[in-house]
Each structure stands twice: as C-alpha cells, then as structure tokens.
C-alpha cells in the first residue's frame, strides 16, 4: 500500500542520515564522503568490499601485488607503482597473450587500446582484483564481466581534461586559419597563399556544446582569444557559467547564433547523432564545427551533406563513431574542409603522466582494499542483500532515467527519493539511491555512476538528494518507490505533480519493474525499451491515427497502454516501440488531433 509522501520541505530539514521519530531519514547531501552517511553501515560495506577485492591473495613470493601494465604509462606512476608492487610491463600483446599473463597478475593497468573482455576476467578466474584505466573512457572494459568476477574497475576522470580542451583550441585555431591544408600544400612544393585565407576568432561566437570539465576549460581558453563563448548544457550550474563569462543558451539558440562550434557532451543514448540534418539546418551559414567529444554524437553524413551545402564551412574531428574508422568510403576522412586527428585530445606528456599518476594512486588503494573515488564498478553490498534487491535495482535507475529525460532545457536543482516499504528505516537505501542517480547522471554526464561514487557524483555537480521512507505494509521488500525532480520546467507537462515536480513512481511485480505513475495520472508500464508518450482527450481514433503514422516509418509497437485516470478527460497513453521514433514522426504525433502533448523516453531498461 502506498503511504503518501511527507512534504519536502519537512525533509530538507532533518539532518542528513538522522532517522526521526515519524520514521523516515534524509540524506540531503552535505557531507564531503559517502563514508559520512551511514557510518556503522558502511563499515560493514567496507568489510565486503574489502572481501571482495582481497579475496585472494598476492601472487608474487614476497607477497606484494603483480601489476600488468599493457600500454604506455607516464614513468612518474610507474616509479610510484613499483614502491608498493611489482611491475610487470608488456606491450603489445594478443588478445590470447592477454588471457595466458593476466593469470599471474593481481592487477592490470590499460588505455584504450587494451580490450578487456569477459574473456580477459575469466583467464584470470577471480584472481584479477583491479583494472585501473588510465584515462576517462572505460568503454573498452567489459564493467559486467568484471563485476561478475569481483573485480574493481578504476580510473583517471580528471587527468587529461586541460589537454583534451587544449586540442579543442588547437583544432579551432587550425580550422579557422587552415593550418593542416596549408602545411599538406607546402610539403607538396607549392606556395599558395591565396588558397588558404582564413577567418578570425577575434568576436566570433563560439557555442560550447556540454559544458562540463572539458568545455569549461575550452570556454575559459576562448574567452582569452577574444571570442565571444555561449554554452548549451541543459543540466550545467548557471553560477559556474556566470563565473567564466559564458552565457546559457537553448540549444536552437546556440545553432542560430554561433559561428563555431565546440561539442563536449558524453556519448549517451540522449547525445547521439544529436548534429543531425535538423541541427545542421537550423546553423547559421558558414559555421565551424570542432570534436573532441565522442564520434557518434554527429551523424557523419549529416555532416557530409551539410559541408555540400556550405552550411558548415569546415569541420575538425579528432574522434570517430569507430576507432580507427574505416577509411574506405568514410564520408569526412580526407576532405579539403575537414581535418582529422587520431583521437589525440589525451595525448600529451603531462596529460598522460597525470592519469599514470591518478590511475596508480586508485589502483594502490583499491588494492589495499580502501574506497576509490575513482571506482567505475563496486560489489560493495553484500550478496544476499544485492539477490533482494535486484529487481528493485532496475527499478530505480529507470525511475532516474525516466525523471531526468523528462526535465526541460532548464534542468533541475534537487532529487527526492520515497520508498514505501515494510522495514520502514531499516531498508538500506543506498544501492536503490545509488541507482537513480546513476539513472539521472548517466543521461548527462561521461561518469560511470555506482555505489562508492553516486553521492560523490551528485553533490559535485550541486545537486541535492533527499530521501523518505515510508512505512508500508505487504510481503516484498519494497512496496513502491518514487522519484520527483525540483525542475523549472517539463517537457511532458503532465508529468508535473500539483507540488509542481516532475513526478515518477513505480513498482516491481513478479520480478518485474513497472512505472504505475507519472505525475497525476496512473500508468502500467514495464520499465524496458523506449516509450512513446502522449497526453490525449478521451476521444475515438487516436489510437489509430498514432499508430499509423508509426507504421508509416516501420516503427514496430510492442505494447500499448492508456492511462487509468481520467483527469478533466484526459488521458496519458504509452506505446512501447522497438526502435526509434524519427522527429518528423513525434512532430506529427503531436499534431494529431486530440492529442495534446508527446515525449518519448529512451531505453529505460534493459
Ligand atoms: N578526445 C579525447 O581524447 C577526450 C579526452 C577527454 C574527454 N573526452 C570526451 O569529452 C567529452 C566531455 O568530457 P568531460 O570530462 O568534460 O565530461 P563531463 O561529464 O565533465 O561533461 C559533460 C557535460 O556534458 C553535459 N551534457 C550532458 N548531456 C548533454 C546534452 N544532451 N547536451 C549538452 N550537454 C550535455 C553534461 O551536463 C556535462 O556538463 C566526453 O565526450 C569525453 O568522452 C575526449
Ligand atoms: O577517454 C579518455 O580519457 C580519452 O578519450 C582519451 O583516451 P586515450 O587514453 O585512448 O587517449
């Protein structure tokens, strides 16, 4: 039975983690560490963890960790690493000379190069405590596989920022001036000064794309060059922006205003191909676009048609959607107006001894069984506890998910968190906080979100958490469980409770994650795939309508569900589609008649 939730402002007010006498607690992120919040708790996750990492013991004689080192690491975190372990550096090995090395090492440290497969954790059969990357991207590392075999993933998230916006500013200057066409045409015998006039940076506007670490240091940078900087990131802190001179734009503004452009926003499934044909078309002519971010977040032959077209007067990529791409036939490679780099925003000296650093000092933790900040994966709860929570698990971080992907450009300030549960104070939250908030912050951040860094995560990007719970009655551990955001704005206004949050809330049955409401009405949805939702008047024959014009772009239905509640007759309906919904198609499901409003989640759930 769902108990309502306490007003928040009631919340906010306890002392983070204090249970109160009306049984519900808070953990309102004010402390500097996650050990702060539970501290007779956490001891006992610390122990599991521990556990977990140190299951085994060293495998050399004198008792100290191997550590394999498979590609080029900064000697400053080699020096470091050999004080506490021995190193053993192998470059270039096989993916079999991989498997048969990996059984003697305790650890292993990698960049991108160095494939960790599921094949890689099972070779090692549970002696494999640590992968530390050196480096951000932890895209080549099974993270499944190696939690499944209790191996603790780490990296280096800060390291290589500068040098990463140091690119991007190179790049820039590059593109506006044509540095790479003019030396090809020198190194050619040829002296064509005429060809390769360039433009000015000196008050052009320049649109940072993702104004996270790296396009905070790029619009610093060109701020310097005398440009003007405007940023879209609908999640970004207008204090930090207001602080470096960068004024928060929507992201139609920031296509209609710029002249270059600098794109800095994770690869994330709300990120991707986001430069399409729209995008292009909505630039101003002439446009500059830099990448230092992620290929895939433009649509390659987008951006080949809008080079055709003049629209985009150059473009400079130094990452690509397959790496190495493919250089057959790529529609960008080797253009005249287009100039490339090898994924090369990470590569300088200092950069890469950081991360060697930064990495060295994560794996040496974790190996001495302490808590990294820099985990990407952590089994710190204990077995019997993650088997009952499991369902609850995807669960949460779809109600996050779901939450976040419903917030407006201006994004949202705080998180509330309701469990209505049986156990009453002595559920333990943190696996299912964690979990929204890894739904939350995977929308829009590179960060891997888990147990150890969630809290970490949230409060360094300001954002508050509150949590109640409710004492519920039933058999299962979780009756029900809620998320509300504290947003300016929706983009599916019915999604807006009557306290004006955006509003979610779900449930599990029969193993299964369901989302039963969303703000004011109750829906039925299985918490998987991608959702089409309308607000609709109760009248005959949308149903109908909406799903021809699906049809009309072979866009498969798996479920259909219309909302119980009829507020002032209207309706919310969900349809479950199996791929995605093109933006001409959401604009003509939004003009049908009777339907008053639409939104589509994306892949919720597994
Ligand atoms: N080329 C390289 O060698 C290299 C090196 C480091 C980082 N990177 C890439 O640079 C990018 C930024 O890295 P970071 O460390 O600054 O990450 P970050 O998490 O600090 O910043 C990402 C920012 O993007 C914002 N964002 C999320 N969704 C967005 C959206 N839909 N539209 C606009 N902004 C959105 C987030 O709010 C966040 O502020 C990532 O793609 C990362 O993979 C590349
Ligand atoms: O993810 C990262 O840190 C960057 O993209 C750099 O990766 P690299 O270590 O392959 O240079």
């Given at each position: 039975?769902?108990?309502?939730?306490?007003?928040?402002?009631?919340?906010?007010?306890?002392?983070?983690?204090?249970?109160?006498?009306?049984?519900?607690?808070?953990?309102?992120?004010?402390?500097?560490?996650?050990?702060?919040?539970?501290?007779?708790?956490?001891?006992?996750?610390?122990?599991?963890?521990?556990?977990?990492?140190?299951?085994?013991?060293?495998?050399?004689?004198?008792?100290?960790?191997?550590?394999?080192?498979?590609?080029?690491?900064?000697?400053?975190?080699?020096?470091?690493?050999?004080?506490?372990?021995?190193?053993?550096?192998?470059?270039?090995?096989?993916?079999?000379?991989?498997?048969?090395?990996?059984?003697?090492?305790?650890?292993?440290?990698?960049?991108?190069?160095?494939?960790?497969?599921?094949?890689?954790?099972?070779?090692?059969?549970?002696?494999?405590?640590?992968?530390?990357?050196?480096?951000?991207?932890?895209?080549?590392?099974?993270?499944?596989?190696?939690?499944?075999?209790?191996?603790?993933?780490?990296?280096?998230?800060?390291?290589?920022?500068?040098?990463?916006?140091?690119?991007g500013?190179?790049l820039l200057c590059a593109l506006a001036r044509n540095v790479s066409q003019a030396?090809a045409s020198?190194?050619?015998?040829?002296?064509e000064?005429g060809k390769y006039v360039g433009v000015s940076l000196?008050d052009k506007t320049l649109a940072i794309m993702g104004?996270?670490?790296?396009?905070?240091?790029?619009?610093?940078?060109?701020?310097?060059?005398?440009m003007e900087?405007i940023?879209y990131?609908?999640?970004?802190?207008?204090?930090?922006?207001?602080?470096?001179?960068?004024?928060?734009v929507t992201f139609d503004e920031a296509l209609a205003k710029a002249d270059f452009f600098s794109l800095h926003m994770?690869?994330?499934?709300?990120t991707k191909k986001m430069f399409n044909d729209d995008a292009f078309a909505k630039m101003k002519k002439g446009a500059r676009i830099v990448n230092v971010a992620r290929g895939g977040v433009i649509d390659d032959d987008a951006l080949a048609r809008a080079l055709d077209a003049g629209v985009v007067a150059a473009a400079a990529l130094d990452v690509f959607e397959e790496?190495?791409p493919k250089w057959e036939g790529h529609p960008l490679i080797g253009r005249p107006n287009v100039i490339t780099t090898?994924?090369?925003?990470?590569?300088?000296?200092?950069?890469?001894?950081?991360?060697?650093?930064?990495?060295?000092?994560?794996?040496?933790?974790?190996?001495?069984?302490?808590?990294?900040?820099?985990?990407?994966?952590?089994?710190?709860?204990?077995?019997?506890?993650?088997?009952?929570?499991?369902?609850?698990?995807?669960?949460?971080?779809?109600?996050?998910?779901?939450?976040?992907?419903?917030?407006?450009?201006?994004?949202?300030?705080?998180?509330?968190?309701?469990?209505?549960?049986?156990?009453?104070?002595?559920?333990?939250?943190?696996?299912?906080?964690?979990?929204?908030?890894?739904?939350?912050?995977?929308?829009?951040?590179?960060?891997?979100?888990?147990?150890?860094?969630?809290?970490?995560?949230?409060?360094?990007?300001?954002?508050?958490?509150?949590?109640?719970?409710?004492?519920?009655?039933?058999?299962?551990?979780?009756?029900?469980?809620?998320?509300?955001?504290?947003?300016?704005?929706?983009?599916?206004?019915?999604?807006?409770?009557?306290?004006?949050?955006?509003?979610?809330?779900?449930?599990?049955?029969?193993?299964?994650?369901?989302?039963?409401?969303?703000?004011?009405?109750?829906?039925?949805?299985?918490?998987?795939?991608?959702?089409?939702?309308?607000?609709?008047?109760?009248?005959?024959?949308?149903?109908?309508?909406?799903?021809?014009?699906?049809?009309?772009d072979?866009?498969?239905?798996?479920?259909?569900?219309?909302?119980?509640?009829?507020?002032?007759?209207?309706?919310?309906?969900?349809?479950?589609?199996?791929?995605e919904?093109p933006a001409d198609t959401l604009m003509a499901?939004?003009?049908?008649?009777?339907?008053?409003?639409?939104?589509?989640?994306?892949?919720?759930?597994?």
């Amino acid at each position: 039975m769902l108990v309502s939730a306490p007003r928040l402002s009631r919340l906010q007010s306890s002392f983070p983690g204090t249970p109160t006498p009306t049984g519900m607690h808070s953990a309102a992120l004010t402390r500097p560490r996650i050990s702060g919040i539970y501290p007779a708790r956490n001891q006992v996750a610390k122990r599991v963890f521990r556990k977990t990492i140190m299951s085994a013991g060293a495998k050399s004689p004198d008792g100290r960790p191997v550590v394999l080192i498979t590609e080029k690491l900064g000697d400053p975190g080699v020096e470091m690493l050999k004080q506490s372990a021995n190193v053993v550096v192998a470059l270039g090995l096989s993916a079999a000379e991989l498997n048969e090395k990996i059984k003697g090492a305790d650890a292993l440290i990698v960049r991108s190069a160095t494939k960790v497969t599921r094949e890689v954790f099972e070779a090692a059969n549970g002696g494999l405590k640590v992968v530390g990357r050196a480096g951000v991207g932890v895209d080549n590392v099974d993270l499944g596989a190696a939690t499944e075999y209790g191996c603790l993933v780490v990296n280096a998230p800060t390291a290589n920022t500068v040098a990463a916006a140091e690119h991007g500013i190179a790049l820039l200057c590059a593109l506006a001036r044509n540095v790479s066409q003019a030396d090809a045409s020198m190194r050619a015998g040829k002296w064509e000064r005429g060809k390769y006039v360039g433009v000015s940076l000196v008050d052009k506007t320049l649109a940072i794309m993702g104004f996270g670490k790296v396009g905070s240091e790029v619009g610093r940078r060109a701020k310097g060059l005398g440009m003007e900087v405007i940023a879209y990131d609908p999640y970004a802190s207008e204090d930090k922006a207001r602080a470096l001179g960068v004024q928060l734009v929507t992201f139609d503004e920031a296509l209609a205003k710029a002249d270059f452009f600098s794109l800095h926003m994770p690869m994330t499934p709300g990120t991707k191909k986001m430069f399409n044909d729209d995008a292009f078309a909505k630039m101003k002519k002439g446009a500059r676009i830099v990448n230092v971010a992620r290929g895939g977040v433009i649509d390659d032959d987008a951006l080949a048609r809008a080079l055709d077209a003049g629209v985009v007067a150059a473009a400079a990529l130094d990452v690509f959607e397959e790496e190495p791409p493919k250089w057959e036939g790529h529609p960008l490679i080797g253009r005249p107006n287009v100039i490339t780099t090898p994924h090369l925003g990470a590569s300088t000296q200092e950069a890469q001894e950081g991360v060697a650093i930064e990495v060295v000092e994560a794996v040496v933790e974790a190996l001495a069984g302490k808590l990294s900040a820099n985990a990407v994966n952590a089994p710190m709860v204990a077995p019997e506890v993650l088997r009952e929570l499991q369902p609850y698990v995807v669960l949460a971080e779809g109600l996050g998910k779901a939450a976040v992907q419903l917030v407006a450009d201006q994004g949202f300030a705080d998180i509330n968190v309701t469990y209505s549960s049986p156990r009453g104070d002595d559920l333990d939250t943190r696996l299912l906080r964690a979990m929204v908030i890894k739904g939350i912050l995977e929308e829009i951040t590179t960060s891997t979100v888990n147990l150890v860094n969630a809290d970490l995560l949230a409060k360094s990007r300001g954002l508050r958490i509150s949590e109640v719970t409710v004492r519920s009655e039933g058999e299962s551990v979780l009756s029900s469980m809620s998320v509300s955001l504290g947003a300016g704005k929706s983009r599916f206004s019915a999604a807006v409770d009557k306290t004006g949050r955006i509003y979610v809330e779900g449930t599990v049955r029969n193993g299964r994650p369901y989302l039963t409401k969303i703000g004011g009405f109750d829906v039925d949805l299985s918490v998987e795939g991608s959702i089409l939702l309308c607000r609709q008047r109760d009248q005959p024959g949308i149903v109908g309508t909406i799903g021809m014009l699906l049809a009309r772009d072979n866009v498969n239905i798996n479920f259909m569900t219309v909302g119980r509640t009829a507020r002032n007759e209207e309706a919310v309906m969900a349809i479950g589609v199996d791929s995605e919904v093109p933006a001409d198609t959401l604009m003509a499901i939004g003009m049908v008649k009777g339907v008053l409003e639409s939104t589509l989640f994306k892949e919720l759930g597994a």
